[in-house]
């Protein structure tokens, strides 16, 4: 799919608006309203928010968060990673390679990534290289991960817990 560009969306009420779109559309667990509501500085150039527009019409969007290394509990060696979230495109737009198109530009910072999917979109994420994270039940408190695995990196074994904390 050429000439679709996934941007970085501006923390602004103009966004805010455009967010409302989605809730009528989305799930409740797909809501960014608050988050947005919560991180509004206006144009907030930094913002977790990434978004593909249609003309005029943000069609896709997604939350992606830069996690520190010192709170990696998935990657082997410890690292960054992103958490990528709420990931929706609207749905006169869905099947059309606007999902493809988020996650590829997610995998481009090539950092380890780490999901929660939604239910009955396990078919995707597996089609984006994607797999089960091995369960852990302090860790993931009921959620069912996926990780995507850059080159080098590994999944972190059962029982490697390794003291994370340096002065």
């Known amino acids: 799919m050429t000439g679709v560009k996934v941007e970085r969306l501006l923390i602004n009420y103009k966004t805010l608006e455009k967010f409302k779109r989605f809730k009528e559309y989305g799930n409740q667990e ?29 069609i896709a969007r997604m939350s992606l968060y830069r996690v520190d290394a010192k709170y990696d509990q998935y990657f082997q060696p410890p690292q960054d990673y992103l958490t ?31 999901t929660n999917p939604r239910i009955n979109s396990h078919g995707f994420w597996e089609k984006m290289g994607f797999q089960k994270a091995h369960y852990e039940m302090e860790r993931d408190l009921g959620e069912n991960p996926l990780i995507w695995l850059p080159d080098g990196v590994e999944e972190k074994s059962q029982g490697s817990e390794q003291e994370t904390t340096r002065d």
């Not at 797909?30 to 593909?52: A, H, K, R, T, W």
Request: negative net charge; glycine residues 8%; aromatic residues 16%.
């Open 84 to 114: 990528l979230w709420k990931l929706e495109v609207l749905p006169d737009y869905q099947g059309q390679g606007y999902g493809k198109a988020m996650v590829e530009f997610a995998k481009s910072f090539q950092l380890p990534i780490k």
């Open 30 to 58: 797909l809501s960014m309203m608050e988050d947005l509501q919560n991180n509004i500085v206006e144009n907030n150039s930094e913002s977790p928010f990434y978004g593909i527009y249609f003309g005029n019409n943000l």
